[in-house]
């Protein structure tokens, strides 16, 4: 409800909204319950949830699984994929994983290491929402493949030395 309420909706209202999508969020038990006695993905879903409730047409996820577990958070892309295409926002997810960002992305911005710039664009056209037996087509496989390529000569352009 905290998202609301700071925008100024009253206490009630804010309940009114924010009950009903815990559910939709996997919380509905634990409506009640402290964000310790929450698992790290449902905290996970918690943060996305008071995000999307903001209503923001932009939202920004900086590495949100890095301290999941692998089944956890391959779960947890999978729901997020179908929760995109349900609410619609835009996403600028900040990952260092290549098959996260092959898996959640329509396109994959390359930056280089210090100064970060972009060093290339991947787009990936794959259908949505998105499943993880998608990870194994060779489509996807490739696409990784491609990924990792323009990773590596990102990182190559960053150690040759500056022309004087």
Do not use: C
């Amino acid at each position: 409800m905290l998202p609301l309420e700071l925008a100024g909706t009253g206490r009630k209202e804010a309940r009114r909204q924010a009950v009903p999508m815990l559910e939709r969020f996997g919380l509905g038990e634990f409506a009640q319950a402290w964000p310790w006695q929450l698992s790290g993905g449902m905290r996970q879903r918690a943060a996305f949830l008071r995000t999307v409730i903001a209503g923001h047409p932009l939202m920004l996820l900086d590495e949100p699984f890095g301290a999941l577990d692998g089944i956890t958070r391959a779960d947890l892309q999978e729901w997020l994929s179908k929760v995109w295409a349900e609410f619609g926002a835009t996403v600028l997810l900040v990952t260092h994983d290549i098959t996260e960002a092959v898996f959640l992305s329509d396109r994959v911005y390359v930056m280089t290491p210090r100064p970060g710039r972009v060093a290339s664009v991947l787009e990936v056209d794959l259908p949505r929402p998105r499943r993880l037996g998608q990870r194994e087509d060779e489509v996807f496989q490739a696409l990784e493949a491609r990924l990792r390529h323009q990773l590596a000569m990102a990182m190559a352009s960053s150690l040759e030395p500056a022309n004087s």
